[in-house]
């Protein structure tokens, strides 16, 4: 799993033929210094790279060996971080787990048609209850499928606001195996999470709403800041968006298939993605 505690972003001493400086993350769990002191040699290394590559690989944290998010909190276990809780570029905290495989199964908006969409224009469009959501039929004659075979297969599914979500209980993961990258493919996963979870050698969950499902706005800055002021006008906005998260879940359990035996590991982990997840609230987000 790789995080770092301590962030930094840098523009290289030198510049590009434009006259535009090129700016780089630096990271590091030594110190603060050691996380500036790599920003200025990454950026300065940029410059013969991007003379020949315009488009940064860096835009969205992809040329990145971790995404520079905001470490809020390590979940341990006989004295190894298992999982850690972040707060990702727009202010959602985030799952990001060692070993414990994450599925997220997007499935396409559903044609509502013409009388469909006029409800909809005017409030009147049935809502889903989440209390006992129906699986979708592809998707559950999937997982029946990979259960019966492997009978130590076992998983537990979740409804989430644009699809599903799944969590492989029976056993745990190399983020960065075949086995894995076939099974997130399997189940459906969106290529780029399955290309991210690879690369950041975990598997993501989204623990909190995005904004825009909350009627919020995008956070005024982000991680790491550039200055006190920075911080404090990022620091306000969590308070607002705490408030607001709290009339939403994120997912709701669908049910448990396979093997009911459930690793250690998986249990602490799902343990903490429950409590935050799934709550009372009908609304996802």
Known sequence: MRYYRYWAKANSTRLRP???PVRAWGYSNESQADAEHLALQRADMKISELQ???AD???YGYGLEALPEQLIE???LNDQVIAIITRNNYGSLVLNAGNVL???IDLPEPTLGFWGSMKTMFGNAPKESVNAPAINPALLENIQNLCADNPDFGLRLYKTKAGYRAAITHTLFDPD???ANQLLERLGS???YVKLCERQSCFRARLTPKPWRIQMSSPPTRFPFQTPNHQQWFEEWVVKYEKASKDYSIC???GEFGNPRIAENVELVLQVHDLYCCGDSPQLA
């Open 57 to 59: 690989p860096e835009a």
């Open 52 to 54: 020949q590559r315009p």
């Open 177 to 179: 195996s075949k086995e």
């Open 18 to 20: 434009n006259n535009f």
């Open 102 to 104: 994450f599925a997220d």
């Open 190 to 192: 969106d290529k780029l």
């Open 74 to 76: 390590e979940l341990s």
């Open 252 to 254: 709701t359990p669908v």
